[in-house]
């Protein structure tokens, strides 16, 4: 890919955002880099980005070059950055290889061991946390080599994101035929197969500063899609099936895995499973806020908004967490759609909040589903109640009112 045709000034608080297939936040972080008084350059693959309006400057880079040409691509466009902001998962090595061409130190240390799920497996291992059968490589390896015991999970062991392409596997003869199937469209791909743990799903949110883990929100899944491994139905806040001393286990475990993948300035969401009272299995780690409504539930239940936390965390300043409080209890809501095409929603986000007990909603009219292999929400609402009885009760209010259909 050439130069950009114009050279863009130098600014001393300049920040580089990344972004790929309009993912990132862009629209979220652009503002409160500006507020704290940055430049924002926006880096993307996309000519035509819809999101180059929100920032000061806009360089266009093809992510399928190597390092060095999207790192000449920056430069020649006359940027020298101060910080480089980064959302996007498979965007993590790219940003390290910025930050080292400009010389940047960088605020979030470790990312790179979330990249590869059998990596931090290993270290789990080796720090002796959450201890659990599995074992990864190849398609060709691992028929060569099937499991003994089952359900087993099968998952990308690289990349991944919205449960694409994970299965749940009770036998050696769905064993086989999801190894097929799999050989026939990522066949060079690695793979992790892990032990199915059958209790209840949750996950926690939180930060790593100087070190140290700090737990910000927890919820649990009581209504979580066991077969295709998709979430489904409402994720409360407090947790309504998780014991706390179980979660307390688990975040001390956690705690351990994170000193020893030396992990520091960067917002976790953790998704684990219960696999029985006393032992609680990690699912997988994702050094990003949880996606759609995880952080406005996150900011009306406890007061912190993880975004602006991993914003400051990104440019090595200390997130604000000093107005924390915790708010009566929560449930997100998420509204899949189940087949491929276009989904067109006749409900609007104001109808949806018209609905006793609804605080938030979010509607994608329009989502394109190209694949069911994936998650696939275009819609969720967040709704507040007393308890687990009543957040019930509000949550079938809001989706009774749902109406779409997928063309």
Not at 231 to 255: H, K, N, T
Not at 334 to 341: K, L, R, Y
Request: net charge negative; charged share 25%.
């Amino acid at each position: 890919m050439g130069p950009p045709t114009q050279t863009m000034c130098s600014h001393p608080r300049t920040a580089l955002l990344l972004s790929a297939e309009l993912a990132g936040g862009v629209a979220r972080l652009s503002a409160a880099l500006r507020r704290r008084g940055w430049r924002v350059v926006l880096v993307s693959e996309m000519d035509d980005d819809p999101n180059a309006v929100r920032c000061d400057d806009h360089v266009v880079v093809d992510w399928n070059a190597s390092d060095e040409d999207v790192t000449a691509t920056v430069a020649q466009a006359g940027i020298r950055p101060a910080a480089i902001v980064n959302m996007v998962e498979s965007l993590i090595l790219r940003r390290a290889a910025l930050l080292d061409h400009f010389g940047l130190a960088d605020p979030s240390s470790g990312l790179a061991w979330l990249m590869d799920k059998a990596a931090v497996r290993r270290a789990a291992d080796a720090a002796r946390v959450f201890p659990l059968r599995w074992t990864d490589g190849s398609i060709a390896e691992l028929r060569a080599a099937p499991p003994s015991r089952y359900p087993v999970v099968v998952k990308p062991a690289v990349g991944g994101g919205a449960s694409r392409d994970v299965h749940l596997v009770r036998s050696r003869d769905e064993f086989d035929q999801v190894m097929a199937r799999l050989r026939d469209v990522r066949g060079s791909d690695r793979f992790l197969v892990e032990e199915y743990l059958t209790g209840r799903e949750f996950s926690v949110d939180g930060y790593v500063r100087d070190g140290e883990f700090v737990s910000v929100f927890v919820a649990d899944k009581p209504d979580h899609d066991s077969d295709r491994l998709h979430d489904r139905g409402l994720r409360i806040s407090p947790p309504a099936g998780v014991p706390a001393d179980s979660i307390a286990r688990f975040v001390g475990e956690l705690q351990i895995l994170v000193s020893q993948l030396s992990l520091d300035g960067v917002w976790l969401h953790i998704e684990g499973r219960m696999a029985d009272r006393e032992r609680a299995g990690l699912i997988e780690i994702n050094p990003r806020p949880g996606g759609g409504l995880y952080p406005a539930a996150i900011r009306h239940r406890t007061g912190v908004d993880p975004v602006e936390a991993a914003l400051d965390l990104a440019i090595g300043s200390a997130p604000d967490t000093g107005h924390s409080r915790l708010g009566a209890p929560v449930a997100i809501v998420p509204v899949e759609a189940d087949a491929p095409g276009i989904v067109r929603c006749r409900t609007t986000v104001a109808d949806l909040l018209a609905v006793d007990g609804v605080v938030d909603a979010y509607i994608i009219d329009g989502y394109r589903v190209t694949s069911v292999a994936k998650e696939n929400f275009f819609a969720a609402v967040m709704v507040t109640g007393h308890d687990e009885e009543e957040l019930r009760k509000h949550a079938s209010a809001a989706l009774s009112v749902m109406d779409y259909q997928i063309l």
